[in-house]
């Protein structure tokens, strides 16, 4: 079945670099385009970043453009998150999902990783 496997979460100082990963397996991860979301305690899961199936396409958020940097490697079925210049703010649970199409909406994903939490304190 498939599945997706969230890591690389943790506590790390404002300013501070973090590197999350989602392995995928149950599913031919080169036609799926991996997208990455976040959820704040009492908010609704926001979209953070997305990249086509080929990696020829990226899109961020407003808010981490610059700062965030969405990679995939086909060989090894993981997609990563690259989280740089962090702020206090990005402090959240951080999703992977996979889906068909590139898009913002979390609708669009057929798949979801379990969550991964990043803490970024001041």
């Known amino acids: 079945q498939v599945q997706l496997v969230g890591s690389g979460g943790g506590l790390v100082q404002a300013g501070g670099s973090l590197r999350l990963s989602c392995a995928a397996s149950g599913l031919t991860f080169r036609i799926y385009v991996m997208g990455w979301f976040r959820q704040a305690p009492g908010k609704d899961r926001e979209f953070v970043a997305v990249?086509?199936?080929?990696?020829?396409?990226?899109y961020y958020a407003d808010s981490v453009k610059g700062r965030f940097t969405i990679s995939r490697d086909n060989d090894k079925n993981t997609a990563y998150l690259q989280l740089s210049s962090l702020k206090p703010e990005d402090t959240a649970v951080y999703y992977c999902?996979?889906?068909?199409?590139?898009?913002?909406?979390?609708?669009?994903?057929?798949?979801w990783g379990q969550g991964t939490h990043v803490t970024v304190s001041s």
């Open positions: 999902a996979a889906g068909r199409t590139s898009s913002s909406d979390p609708e669009s994903y057929n798949y």
């Open positions: 990249l086509s199936r080929s990696g020829s396409y990226t």
